[in-house]
């Protein structure tokens, strides 16, 4: 195999034991032995291409948080939004990337390790906490919103079906949401190289680019009272600059999915890497300032944080951005349950073989809790936004810088060019975190945080 120092999905690099001869009878090799070692063989040209990992990763950043994004606009002002869309792009793509780099710098493969390395077992303890948090929480959220768009939409085309006694359970929320998670999601989950999710997240994203594409030929015409005021369009900065952070943050982050992307490159090496998250990030900000924009600038001050409820219940393109919006959560949710899977893979049996049996229930369990957390309730509340906005900040901008700056020459002051933007970083995400923590918190005391309740 070609030393390319490459970060192997560790799933796979489990599985090159299972491709091990280790059993020869009669001094002749069986033929499952020679068929184990042309997989072997073909190992190095094994993973997906360039277009593939593209495709994980803008369909990994173009999750939920997308629908949110003319909500964070509203609150911190037209052109203060677009900066902090444009700023926090830019770091999301450096973050990515500094990752791998951190890897190859400590010698590991997995974001867990590298922490170890830097921080010890505290540090693989806390990374794999919010990683398993930020993602579970993901999934949840996922599975909330495929409730409230898919049976919407069957209810809306067809007006009657509720009065029929068995086709009335495509309009029920719990049923809709059991029915995705378990014939959709759950095969697809099952698979062990990320990279097979690519056609997918193909799928997931010509979704997401009908709803931008929906949003932005319907807000002209939408009637007049459901429209905000225009005098707030063009406003410099608002009162919730750093609400608005937290919920960009939120859409922008796929590092936890950073090293699985890389390992299911066919070949894995910086610069390859460094293309596919160039145009992945560009893809998205693309897409998140076309839907921001157009959306914001037609309902001003009535902007919700799902702006498809902005829309008219009979509106039939919005209602096709419905139905494509649950579309991409059920094959989005995958990737966030890789993350989940690996993070128990690597932290309880990092030196054991690949088990059938263990990835089946693991792949299980944590896929129908979530989807048990989604049947129940509307709305994660106060705790969802929590570990939402603390996981995110941290997997985003203070662990991948401060591993750079541990890793980094101890000789070379933490003001000087190579680790100044790391500790800007650092600084920046423990202010943010701190913030989204105290607003979260402080919900809890208003009517904002009550729970909704799922009918």
């Known amino acids: ?21 280790l059993h020869v ?35 990994s950043i173009l999750g939920a948080g997308i629908i949110g994004l003319p909500y964070a606009v509203s609150q911190a ?12 792009c830019g770091i999301t793509d450096w973050t990515i990337r500094l990752i791998v780099i951190n890897a190859k710098l400590s010698g590991t493969h997995s974001y867990i390790d590298i922490m ?29 919103i495929i409730g409230d768009t898919i049976p919407h939409v069957i209810r809306s085309v067809f007006p009657s079906i509720t009065r029929i006694p068995l086709l009335s359970l495509l309009a029920n929320r ?10 959709i999601s759950y095969p697809l989950s099952l698979y062990r190289d990320i990279h097979k999710l690519s056609r997918a997240s193909g799928l997931a994203l010509l979704g997401m680019l009908i709803i931008v594409g929906s949003v932005l030929v319907e807000g002209p015409h939408v009637p007049p009272e459901l429209k905000g005021d225009p005098s ?30 890389y390992g299911s490159l066919r070949t894995p090496t910086l610069d390859r890497f460094a293309k596919v998250t160039h145009i992945s990030t560009l893809i998205s900000l693309v897409a998140c300032c076309t839907l921001a924009i157009s959306a914001y600038v037609v309902f001003t001050n009535k902007t919700q944080g799902n702006i498809l409820n902005n829309f008219p219940s009979d509106d039939t393109l919005i209602n096709v951005a419905r139905f494509c919006f649950g579309l991409n959560m059920f094959t989005t949710l995958p990737l966030e349950l890789f993350v989940c ?86 600084a920046f995400g423990v202010l943010v975190m701190t913030l989204s923590l105290f607003i979260a918190l402080g919900k809890v005391w208003t009517p904002e945080g009550d729970a909704k309740i799922c009918m």
């Not at 002002?77 to 926090?88: K, R």
């Open 341 to 426: 899977r690996e993070v128990i893979e690597q932290f309880f049996f990092s030196h054991e073989t690949f088990n059938p049996q263990r990835h089946l229930f693991f792949t299980t369990t944590i896929l129908f809790s979530s989807m048990i957390i989604a049947m129940i309730t509307c709305d994660l509340g106060v705790m969802l936004e929590i570990t939402g906005g603390v996981s995110a900040t941290a997997l985003a901008f203070i662990f991948p810088a401060a591993c750079f700056l541990k890793l980094s020459s101890p000789t070379t002051p933490w003001h000087s060019r190579d680790k100044l933007p790391a500790a800007v970083c650092v």
């Open 77 to 88: 002002g037209f052109f203060t939004g677009l900066v902090l869309l444009v700023v926090l």
């Open 116 to 144: 170890n390395r830097c921080f010890g077992s505290s540090g693989r303890a806390a990374v794999s906490f919010f990683q398993f948090a930020f993602a579970f929480g993901g999934m949840c959220a996922f599975g909330i």
């Open 232 to 261: 707030k369009r063009y406003s410099v900065i608002g009162s919730g600059v750093f609400q608005a952070i937290g919920v960009i943050s939120f859409a922008f982050v796929c590092h936890h999915n950073s090293l699985l992307i």
């Open 174 to 183: 719990q049923f809709v949401i059991f029915l995705c998670t378990a014939c």
């Open 1 to 21: 195999m070609p030393l390319l120092v490459g970060l192997a999905d560790s799933s796979a690099r489990r599985g090159l034991a299972d491709h091990l001869p």
């Open 25 to 59: 009878g009669n001094g002749h090799a069986t033929e499952e032995t020679e068929i184990n070692l042309d997989e072997l063989a073909s190992k190095p040209t094994a993973g997906g291409g360039m277009v593939d990992s593209i495709a994980n990763m803008a369909n």
